[in-house]
């Protein structure tokens, strides 16, 4: 198994930006691919961005140009810098690792207009 941690979240003036770290322990060794995921109060929960262990990354379009996912091999940690942010950005913010299908507790993002 997997454990996940979420840390960086907070509110934000519209326009701003933020840094999520997301950092893994246990079976690490093991982890590809990496997540971040989304939901708003009242929505679904959403993909925003992933990163395999390479380095390959994917984004949701609703993001794309504003965030850039990292990871940190060596410290077991991924990131997601978020830029440009708006208040449709505000949600709870979740670590997936879909091979183990672990999910962090989640860190709430707050984009005030």
């Known amino acids: 198994q997997v454990q996940l941690v979420e840390s960086g979240g907070g509110l934000v003036q519209a326009g701003g930006s933020l840094r999520l770290s997301c950092v893994a322990s246990?079976?690490?060794?093991?982890?590809?691919?990496m997540n971040w995921y989304r939901q708003a109060p009242g929505e679904q929960r959403e993909f925003v961005a992933g990163?395999?262990?390479?380095?390959?990354?994917n984004f949701a379009d609703s993001v794309r140009g504003r965030f850039t996912i990292s990871r940190d091999n060596a410290k077991n940690t991924m990131y997601l810098q978020m830029t440009s942010l708006k208040p449709e950005d505000t949600a709870v913010y979740y670590c997936?690792?879909?091979?183990?299908?672990?999910w962090g507790p989640g860190t709430q993002v707050t984009v005030s207009s």
């Open positions: 990163i395999t262990s390479g380095g390959l990354t």
């Open positions: 997936y690792v879909g091979r183990y299908n672990s």
């Open positions: 246990g079976r690490i060794f093991s982890i590809d691919t």
